[in-house]
């Protein structure tokens, strides 16, 4: 099974949330319907940017912690790394 960390945001360099799951898909779907009472729902955060997946949950949930305590301008540079256009990925998942 494998586990994802994604970065969600509303608009290129805007409000970011840093969130871990093992159906990435499905997640990311209850962002964008707004099914989940949430900081996401708050701030319209809908548009996948940037995961990564790992084998591990441990390792996964490590991961998101470690980049929620991180500079903003980290995160806006690890976004820019994988995903320079800030293109939307949902539909792009397999």
């Known amino acids: 099974m494998n586990y994802y960390v994604y970065i969600l945001c509303n608009k290129r360099n805007g ?27 708050e701030h319209g955060l809908d548009k996948l940017v940037w995961y990564e997946i790992h084998e591990d949950i441990k390792e996964a949930i490590n991961r998101e912690k470690l980049i929620k305590k991180w500079k903003r301008k980290w995160k806006l540079e690890l976004v820019d790394r994988f995903n320079p256009l800030w293109d939307e990925l949902y539909e792009k998942l397999d």
């Open 15 to 41: 409000t970011q949330y840093t969130g871990v799951t093992s159906d990435l898909r499905k997640r990311v779907y209850e962002h964008k319907n707004k099914l989940v009472e949430s900081f996401t729902k």
